[in-house]
């Protein structure tokens, strides 16, 4: 399957069903490459074929985003194409499914601070900053870095004893290997879930609130 078409497929795909002859319509693609491109995706389980529809969930724009990472898109011309929610909403499903129990959108009060998407398991939190929109260079790294670790010590100070502690990180959709800013782990989408099976090899090298 050409990489390029993914593109065109990424902003249709849309929660709820969508005929074939829709699909074709909105992508502009023939009929013939249309079908191909819709068996394509369900073979790697985006979409549920019917006998003339294909039926989409919420988390298969950002599977599709990521299939098309692995195919070599451009990044920049794909993260054009995705917004803060979907990007959101696929990292509390991997925690969820690594056995964390996910949060998005999450508000503390004092001081006033939004953590894109929380996750917790075992009395350890992990607070992820999505920056999926472009790339970033060293020293906005740095800054989101600091940022996050001081959302993180207002997180750990607001929920008293049900944390023991938080780690800070930052997740993107542009770095291909996870790498550090100021002892955050800055994280790539398609490196997450081995990043959550793995954190605790990590433990000693990142930054902890409070330290352990």
């Excluded at 350890?124 to 959302?151: G, T, V």
């Amino acid at each position: 399957m050409n990489s390029s078409l993914m593109l065109k497929a990424i902003p249709v795909i849309r929660e709820g069903n969508l005929s074939f002859d829709e699909f074709a319509l909105i992508t502009g693609l023939g009929k013939k490459t249309a079908n191909e491109l819709i068996g394509f995706l369900a073979k790697s389980e985006i979409g549920t074929v019917n006998s003339d529809s294909v039926k989409f969930n919420p988390l298969d724009k950002m599977r599709a985003a990521m299939l098309a990472i692995h195919m070599g898109v451009d990044i920049e011309d794909l993260s054009r194409m995705l917004n803060w929610k979907d990007f959101e909403m696929l990292a509390t499903n991997i925690l969820d499914a690594c056995g964390y129990v996910g949060y998005h959108g999450l508000r503390l009060k004092k001081p006033r601070a939004e953590i894109d998407v929380v996750g917790i398991k075992d009395s350890i939190a992990l607070l992820l900053d999505c920056k999926h929109w472009k790339r970033s260079s060293p020293s906005e790294l740095n800054r989101f870095a600091l940022m996050q670790i001081d959302r993180a010590e207002a997180f750990v100070r607001a929920n008293g004893g049900k944390i023991r502690f938080a780690i800070p990180a930052i997740l993107t959709l542009h770095m291909e290997s996870i790498t550090f800013a100021d002892d955050v782990p800055v994280i790539p989408i398609i490196k997450f879930r081995s990043f959550l099976n793995e954190m605790h090899g990590y433990l000693n090298k990142i930054k902890i609130v409070p330290r352990i």
